[in-house]
C-alpha cells in the first residue's frame, strides 16, 4: 500500500463522498489562502493513496464563484498530489451528447468574472503554457477507465466555463454553440489553471445532466433536473475513477510536471520572503535549483578547514570575494529553500566590504586600502600552506 498521496478527487455536483476508500483519516488543512472547500477526506482505493474533497463542501454549501480554488490546490500540493481528477457536472451544447453521457474534454473557454486564477503576483511573475489545458495522459486513462466503466464516453471537446450561479440565457446557450463549444459547467476555471501552475496533471469527468436552454424539444436545464440525473450518474463516476487510479503511471512523462520551469519570469532572489513561503509547495524546488546553480558557481577551497566555498571562475588574486570570515549572505546569495536555515546550504559568506583585504592586495599591492586589514580564512589557510613550504612566518 502506498503511503504518498498522489492523486486527488474533487466531486462536483452529487458526487460528495468517495466511496471504498480504506484506511481512512480526515485531514484539516490551512493554507495561506485560506481553508479548502472543506476538510480532505484520505483513503486507499486501488492501491494509491488518494485525497478526497468535495467542490462545494459537504452539504453544497459554496457558490461556484466562491468555490476557494486556490486553497483546493495549494492544500493538495503541500500533501504532494500529483494527479487530480475532477468530477463535474456539464450541461450538453450538442444533440449528440446526450443526458447520461459522460465527456472528457480537452479544451476551455472561460467566461468567468472575477475569480482569482492565479497564485503568482506579489513580486513574482509566471506565465505558464495553457494551450492544452488538461493532462493528455491523464485524459487518456480517465476516457478509457469511464468506457470500461459502461459509460458512454465523448472523448474530447470544448467546455464553455461561465460565472454562474444563474444558468445561460438562450442566447448566450446558441452563442456558446456557434463558438463550437460542447459543454457547459461553473467550475472547472480557475481550476484547471491553477493545477498546471502547481504542476499537477489534471483532467476532468465531466457528467452531462441536461441541454442547457437551446434545445427546442427538451425541457430548459433546472436544478432539479441535474440532481435526478446526477444520481443515475453518479455510481459510473464512482467506478470510472476508481478504475483511473489504478492506472496512474509510476512516473510522469508529460509536460505538466515541468510545467513552471520555463514559465517564471522572476529572477528568484528577487522575490520577497513572505512571496516565497506562501508559495512554498509550488516553487520551492525552483528556488533550491536556484541554489544549486550558484553553488555549483563555486568550488570547494582545498585548504578551507571548514570546505568553505569559493568562487569558480574568478582569478587567483579575487578567490576572497566570498571569504567566510564575517557578514551576511550577500544579496545576490540570500536565495534558500523554505524550510531550511541560509547557512545549510550557503556557506560562504562575504566580508563587511564584500571584498577580502588580501584580494585588493593582490590586484594591486599598494592600494592603501589593504593595507592594515586582515585577510579572510581561505586566504589565511593558502598563506599558512604556503609559508610551511618556504619556512616563513605564518599569518
Ligand atoms: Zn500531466
Known amino acids: ?27 484539516r488543512v490551512d493554507t495561506p489562502f485560506g481553508l479548502p472547500s472543506d476538510n480532505l477526506v484520505v483513503g486507499t482505493l486501488a492501491g494509491e493513496r488518494v485525497a478526497f474533497l468535495p467542490r462545494h463542501g459537504v452539504g453544497h454549501r459554496i457558490l461556484p464563484s466562491e468555490i476557494p480554488a486556490r486553497a483546493n490546490i495549494h492544500a493538495f500540493k503541500q500533501l504532494g498530489v500529483e494527479f487530480v481528477l475532477s468530477v463535474s457536472a456539464v450541461g450538453s451544447l450538442r444533440e449528440d451528447i ?24 506579489d513580486g513574482i511573475v509566471a506565465h505558464i503554457a495553457f494551450a492544452d489545458p488538461f493532462c493528455p495522459e491523464l ?39 456557434s463558438w463550437g463549444a460542447d459543454i457547459i ?17 489534471y483532467a476532468i ?46 512516473v510522469r512523462n508529460c509536460a505538466c510536471s515541468y510545467a513552471l520551469r520555463d514559465a517564471i519570469v522572476t529572477r528568484l532572489a528577487l522575490v520577497p520572503e513572505e512571496t516565497k513561503r506562501r508559495l512554498g509547495p509550488i516553487i520551492g524546488h525552483y528556488v533550491v535549483q536556484e541554489v544549486a546553480r550558484w553553488r555549483s558557481s563555486i568550488r570547494v577551497s582545498s585548504g578551507s578547514p571548514n570546505g568553505m566555498l569559493r568562487p ?25 529553500p523554505l524550510s531550511r536555515p541560509p547557512s545549510a546550504y550557503i556557506r560562504g559568506r562575504a566580508s563587511a566590504s564584500g571584498v577580502c583585504a588580501l584580494s585588493i592586495a593582490a590586484r594591486s599591492r599598494n592600494s592603501s586600502s589593504a593595507r592594515g586589514r586582515r585577510p579572510c580564512s581561505a586566504c589565511r589557510s593558502q598563506i599558512r600552506a604556503s609559508n610551511a613550504s618556504t619556512g616563513r612566518r605564518s599569518v
Open 98 to 121: 446526450e443526458p447520461l453521457h459522460m465527456v472528457v474534454p480537452d479544451q476551455l473557454i472561460d467566461r468567468t468574472r472575477g475569480r482569482a486564477s492565479t497564485f503568482f503576483g
Open 139 to 177: 485524459r487518456t486513462v480517465l476516457a478509457d477507465s469511464t468506457r470500461e466503466a459502461g459509460a458512454t464516453v465523448h472523448n474530447g471537446g470544448t467546455f464553455v466555463v461561465i460565472e454562474g450561479p444563474a444558468f445561460s440565457t438562450r442566447a448566450e446557450s446558441n452563442l456558446y454553440r
Open 312 to 336: 569558480a571562475r574568478t582569478g587567483p588574486g579575487s578567490s576572497c570575494t566570498r571569504g567566510a570570515d564575517s557578514g551576511a549572505p550577500s544579496s545576490s546569495s540570500a536565495i534558500r
Open 1 to 27: 500500500m502506498a503511503d504518498r498521496v498522489r492523486a486527488a478527487v474533487i466531486g462536483g455536483s452529487g458526487f460528495y463522498a468517495m466511496e471504498g476508500l480504506s484506511d481512512v483519516e480526515e485531514l
Open 205 to 250: 469527468l465531466a457528467c452531462s445532466t441536461d441541454y442547457d436552454v437551446w434545445h427546442d424539444t427538451h425541457e430548459d436545464v433546472s436544478a432539479e433536473m441535474i440532481v435526478a440525473n446526477l444520481l443515475q450518474n453518479v455510481e459510473v463516476s464512482r467506478n470510472a475513477v476508481r478504475l483511473a487510479l489504478g492506472r496512474l503511471p509510476e
Open 185 to 201: 459547467g461553473m467550475t472547472a476555471l480557475p481550476e484547471a489553471k491553477l493545477a498546471r501552475e502547481a504542476e499537477i496533471c
